[in-house]
């Protein structure tokens, strides 16, 4: 026998009180009509100071999805889990022409591996002072042109500079905004970022921009410090590992189709337009 354990819908006795237990609730009543009448004519407490409005809590028909909480976006100065770097200022600009840069990046194997054939246009999108601005106008001849995109009007100015003294007339400079580097819609054959993705302030509008300059068949480069290296002298928020620069790309419309590991401290990592 379970009686007294049972739940009370099996326990029908239970429905009726006893003659005594309603008597004791009868005389509580009153007790407890007063006791309303005390909380409802009390000045409003300093927790609900108009009174009127109760805690949410209290309301059991409020729809779950009244109180769910939104997910939190992503906190500002980050993408996909990354802090973004800061801008490199115009002031370092001699830091990009540095002797020991040649030792250190190995722009010849670079330029190499990237193959600009004659005549294509080349989108060199950070291109600072024009370090790799200069060898893709060489790169591309005469026939072809360099596009060269940057943030800073000082840095274009010095790459102006440099173009003129290098005696090239191929090179169109633009002014970027953080989401838009400023290049020719489906005009690029290649776009080339050498230590400047990370920086991107707007990553999402730029990926779109760049996606949207590939020309046909068109590529574009990312050289970026090797984030899994710790022998690479870097600042961590200045290098980036394959793994992340994937994470950020494929889902925007990008695919990897070439990856050169032959630099001494970078990775070169090649997307085309994804079908
Ligand atoms: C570290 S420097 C690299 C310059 C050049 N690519 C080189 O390798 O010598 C980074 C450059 O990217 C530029 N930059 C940063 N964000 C940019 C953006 N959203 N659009 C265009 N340029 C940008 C900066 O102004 C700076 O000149």
């Not at 540095?98 to 005549?119: C, F, K, N, S």
């Not at 591309?140 to 840095?155: F, I, K, T, Y």
């Not at 710790?230 to 961590?236: Q, R």
């Amino acid at each position: 026998m379970h009686t007294l354990d049972a739940p009370t819908a099996v326990r029908p006795w239970a429905a009726v009180p006893p003659l005594a237990a309603v008597l004791r609730r009868a005389a509580v009543l009153p007790l407890v009509a007063l006791g309303v009448l005390a909380v409802a004519c009390a000045e409003p407490s300093a927790a609900t100071p108009h009174g009127a409005e109760p805690p949410p809590s209290v309301d059991p028909i409020a729809p779950a999805a009244d109180t769910a909480v939104p997910p939190s976006p992503a906190p500002e100065g980050t993408f996909e889990g990354r802090t973004i770097a800061p801008t490199m200022s115009h002031l370092g600009a001699d830091w990009l022409t540095r002797p020991e840069r040649i030792t250190e990046e190995d722009p010849d194997a670079l330029h190499a591996a990237l193959a600009v054939r004659p005549g294509q246009t080349a989108c060199d999108v950070g291109a600072g002072n024009g370090y790799h601005t200069v060898r893709l106008a060489r790169g591309v001849g005469p026939r072809g042109r360099v596009v060269a995109s940057d943030l800073q009007p000082e840095m274009l100015e010095l790459l102006r500079e440099r173009v003129a003294a290098e005696g090239l007339t191929n090179v169109v400079p633009v002014a970027a905004t953080d989401g838009d580097p400023g290049l020719p819609a489906g005009g690029c054959d290649l776009i080339l970022l050498v230590d400047v993705y990370h920086e991107l302030a707007a990553p999402e509008a730029a990926l779109a921009a760049m996606r949207a300059a590939l020309a046909r068949g068109g590529r574009i480069a990312l050289v970026e410090f090797r984030g899994e290296d710790p022998a690479v002298p870097i600042k961590p928020e200045h290098k980036m590992t394959v793994a992340q620069v994937r994470r950020e790309l494929e889902p925007r419309g990008f695919r990897l189709a070439q990856r050169f590991d032959g630099l001494p401290w970078q990775h070169l990592l090649v997307f085309e337009r994804a079908p």
